[in-house]
């Protein structure tokens, strides 16, 4: 069964810095990747996925996510984090089959400071 | 617009009543899930449903129920026997789970407070 790390339960990051967020899944084909981004007492909004072809995909709100199959891992950045980015993500993987819901990681708490 | 509306957004229930959270969608998604939120804790597959009148058991279904009579519906009823109800609750859609390029789209949660 596939399975999603999130090893950063909460960071902190200066506004105006730049962001990286880590996810390690564990899976035994190609995986589905995607990155949700939740504001407090809100549903999930998607900002990327990955499912194949070029392994550096654009996400809204000029997020980025690498996939590094070598590495296990599909890492969410961006260059310069505002006020506004503050809030949950999750990481996810989906099945080749798509039979099988997302397994979602535990998330990462952002904050941002000024 | 199309979407995922949970209704109602905030719900309080005394211990040892049952409860029903609905779900309805209008994106013509085939398959839709619950999935409940405890702080810490990431999102937990309560129960999914990949076609009208037919569902599966999620990671933590004990306690609760769900019904799919209907593409667009797919509410959830916390009973009695669930230990620990008080949560944020989520549901979902997809177009279809044979399909291999689809992403979930979410409503905005129910919170269930159980005093």
């Known amino acids: 069964a596939q399975s999603v790390t999130q090893p950063d339960i909460h960071i902190t990051v200066s506004e105006g810095a730049s962001l990286e967020l880590r996810c390690n899944y564990s899976y035994g084909a190609t995986p589905y990747l995607f990155w949700y981004v939740q504001s407090p007492g809100q549903g999930l909004q998607l900002l990327l996925k990955y499912f194949s072809g070029d392994t550096l995909v654009q996400g809204i709100k000029g997020f980025e996510a690498e996939f590094k199959r070598s590495q296990s891992s599909f890492n969410l950045r961006k260059p310069s984090v505002h006020w506004s980015d503050a809030a949950e993500y999750f990481c996810?993987?989906?099945?080749?089959?798509?039979?099988?819901?997302?397994?979602f990681g535990k998330g990462t708490r952002l904050s941002v400071i000024a | 617009d199309g979407g995922i509306t949970q209704s109602p957004k905030y719900l309080f229930r005394k211990e040892g009543q049952n409860v029903t959270l609905s779900c309805e969608q209008n994106?013509?998604?085939?398959?839709m899930y619950w999935y409940r939120q405890d702080p810490g804790q990431g999102l937990r597959l309560i129960y999914y449903s990949q076609i009208v009148n037919d569902f599966q058991k999620g990671d933590i279904a004990e306690g609760y129920s769900v019904s799919r009579e209907k593409k667009e519906s797919f509410p959830l009823t916390v009973t009695s026997a669930q230990k620990n109800p008080t949560a944020f609750y989520l549901c979902a859609s997809s177009i279809s789970p044979r399909q291999v390029d689809t992403e979930a789209f979410f409503g905005q949660g129910t919170r269930l407070t159980v005093v």
């Open positions: 994106l013509n998604h085939d398959a």
């Open positions: 996810a993987v989906g099945t080749y089959s798509g039979n099988t819901p997302l397994v």
